[in-house]
């Protein structure tokens, strides 16, 4: 299944949007009371009783997906392996231009779409498969485990739950509105560039009613709160030269270091400031030895904010940095001089779903049901997208433990996974029923 080519996004996402959260309006509350009723329906309850009864296959194939390396920018290899898994479970697949993978029952699936999703790329990556490892306990180890393994795990537990499981409706297999989806470069540089092409797609993002991302483990948070980014790469350069024979030219390492410093000193460090703010510099090269004056020396930042104007507020702050550190250093220069570049290497846009959002309301409906206890939060995930858009969407773990995340140390226990699972495929139950079957 691969997506139609890019265009115009905002007339067909907000009308089609507009028109499902009016017809759910009236049939929510009931849906929401039903649960348990959902739940029990054959398709449905044959389902969830996959995930408890086929623990180890979720297990194994979790080992077997982590120890493919997928850092961000080169997720191919374990795009196609996922697509293979997913045409085996009796699934059309497909692997769009940015290498997002797309499954679903129907190869053009018609109606409203519920969309769960999970992100292929890690920040680290395994060198070689014996850096994922299972311990006698069963639990995994190794970079990638958690975040995204666990997520990435869950769409392929849900793919083979309900392609085992009776139909789900009255009148249609509403199975058939489930779209899973494998998405490209969520972490660091890769700006969410798999989810944004998704939602670029008019005839695509129009159909999606909903979008639940499995990222990590956790069933302890419902990110509703999609919280803003910009990241930007500073450079300064200058003709270099010998730290003694040269004295005087003007160092990019000394200028760099000093807008680095002065930024940072124009940032509110108060963690219970409103909105909350926080900058990083997370990067930093330049220079070839102790004993030559640096040509060039960059520096990456990340700038962040529950409010996208404090974001722009900060990222000017850092342009004055920028700017009177270059004079500075100039001004102290005898000989060559440094100039200085800005460019801005990543942007992801903040939004918010509505309390009384149907996702939500049937989220917290399963969660009741399920005796899940969870609390908001503001997070960076894929979700940023489609909540940008005015489109329904939350971040969630896909169940089961996890630590170390970014480190080559990362772990997942995946004691308790079926509850995530069950949690995921209940949410997307209840809206489709809510969509379809009731309607």
């Known amino acids: 299944m691969s997506a139609p080519a890019k265009t115009d996004p905002d007339m067909p996402v907000r009308h089609t949007y507009a028109r499902y959260t009016e017809s759910v309006a009236t049939q929510t509350p009931s849906a929401a009371n039903s649960v348990g009723d959902i739940a029990d329906r054959r398709g449905v309850r044959e389902a969830l009783q996959y ?29 196609e392996w996922m697509a293979a898994q997913f045409r085996g479970l009796g699934w059309h697949a497909g692997i769009d231009s940015e290498g ?136 300064f350069a200058g003709p270099g030269g010998h730290s003694w024979s040269d004295f005087g030219t003007g160092n990019p390492v000394h200028a760099l270091t000093r807008a680095v410093a002065d930024f940072v000193d124009r940032t509110p460090l108060d963690p219970k400031s409103v909105p909350r703010v926080s900058v990083n510099a997370g990067l930093i090269e330049g220079g070839s030895g102790i004993n030559a004056i640096p040509a060039l020396a960059r520096v990456k930042i990340d700038i962040r904010s529950e409010d996208d104007r404090r974001i722009d507020t900060l990222a000017a702050a850092l342009h004055d940095a920028v700017v009177q550190a270059e004079e500075t250093e100039n001004s102290r220069a005898i000989g060559g001089k440094v100039s200085a570049k800005i460019r801005e290497i990543g942007r992801r846009p903040g939004g918010k779903l509505d309390n009384d959002a149907p996702l939500l309301v049937a989220l917290r409906g399963v969660d009741a049901h399920l005796g899940i206890r969870a609390r908001p939060d503001c997070a960076s995930t894929d979700a940023n997208i489609p909540l940008s858009m005015g489109i329904q969407a939350v971040s969630i773990g896909a169940g089961g433990h996890g630590g170390g995340a970014h480190t080559t140390s990362e772990w997942y226990r995946p004691a308790g996974r079926d509850l995530g699972l069950k949690r995921a495929l209940l949410t997307a139950a209840a809206l489709l029923a809510v969509q379809g079957e009731t309607a």
């Not at 408890?52 to 120890?67: F, G, M, P, S």
């Not at 390396?69 to 191919?76: G, L």
Request: net charge negative; hydrophobic share 45%.
């Open 51 to 79: 995930f408890t009864k086929e623990k180890q296959w979720v297990n194994d194939i979790h080992a077997q997906l982590c120890r493919i390396p997928a850092p961000t920018f080169h997720e191919m290899a374990r795009a």
């Open 100 to 235: 997002n993978v797309l499954a679903s029952l129907d190869p053009h699936p018609a109606g409203a779409l519920v969309a769960i999703t999970a992100h292929l790329d890690t920040v680290l990556a395994p060198r070689i498969k014996e850096d994922i490892t299972v311990d006698p306990e069963g639990i995994l180890l190794g970079p990638g485990v958690s975040d995204n393994g666990a997520g990435l795990a869950a769409l392929l537990a849900i793919a083979r739950a309900i392609s085992q499981a009776p139909p789900y409706g009255a009148e249609e297999n509403l199975w058939r509105r489930i779209l899973l989806i494998a998405n490209t470069g969520e972490e660091g540089e890769g700006n969410l560039r798999g989810i944004r092409h998704i939602c670029a797609q008019p005839s695509l993002v129009a159909q999606i009613a909903a979008f639940l991302v499995l990222d990590g483990a956790s069933l302890d948070h419902i990110t509703t709160h999609a919280l803003g980014s910009r990241r930007f790469e500073v450079t």
